[in-house]
C-alpha cells in the first residue's frame, strides 16, 4: 500500500473508487493491482461489489470509511437486500465480508439486460463542477433502471461490462478515460409496473435464492413482499 485512499464521493462505487487510486498512484498492471488491493494475485476488480481485499487494503479503508459503510453505500449490496428482512440482509454482508468473489459469482447473471455500466451525462457536468471530475455512480447501476433518478434522463451504457471479471483482461476505466455520449433524452416509455415484474421475476426469485436465501420461505414469511419492492424502486423512480 503506497498512498492513501482518496475521499470517495458521494454514491460513488467502490469500483470507481479503486481506480481512481491506482491510476493516482501509477498501478496499471493487473498483477499489481492484485498485489496492492487483494487477498490473492489473481483477483481482478469487481464493478459492482469490492472483491477479495487483503488486510492492508481493509486496514487503509477503514481511515477513510467502515467497511460495512462502504458495503452498503457504494455497493450493489442494498439493491440485493432493499426489499429483504434485516436477517437477509445481514446473512449477505457477512458472505460479501467472508468471500466477495464466491457471493458474487453466486448471483445468476442477467440474461435479457444491458450488461455495461452506465452513467448520466448531466450528472458528469455536475460532478465535474462539484468535485472536478466524473465518477461512477452506485445508483446508476441498479439493474433495470434505465433512467437517471436525479435529472430523469435516460442513462448511457458504457463499453465497460459489468460481468465477466475473472476471464476478461480489462484495462483500469475511471468514468473520465471513457469515450463519453452527452446527449440529454428524456423519453421515458418504461413503465414502473413493467420494470417491478421483471424485477419479481428475473432478480428476486433467481438472484435471491441464489445468494443462499429460500425463496419459498420469504414468499410465506412476507406476505407484503411486492409492496416493498415496488416502493424500492419508486425510491429511485420518482
Ligand atoms: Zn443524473
Redesign the pocket.
Known sequence: MTNRFPSIYDDETVYSWFCRYLVNSGIWREHEIAKELFVNSTNVISKLFIGNINKDTENNIEKVISIENLLKHHTMFYVYTGYCSNDYANEFLYNLKTDCYKTELNIRRPRSENRQLKY????II?DRKKYGEAYW?NI?QIRMLPI????K?KLHNSEIRYIGYGRVREKLSPLEMMNLNFDVEYNTNEMLDKIVEYAIDRYYKQDIKDIGIDYLSIRKENWGLRSNIISFYKRYWY
Open positions: 448520466c451525462p448531466m450528472c455536475e455512480h446508476h437517471c433518478p436525479i435529472h434522463c
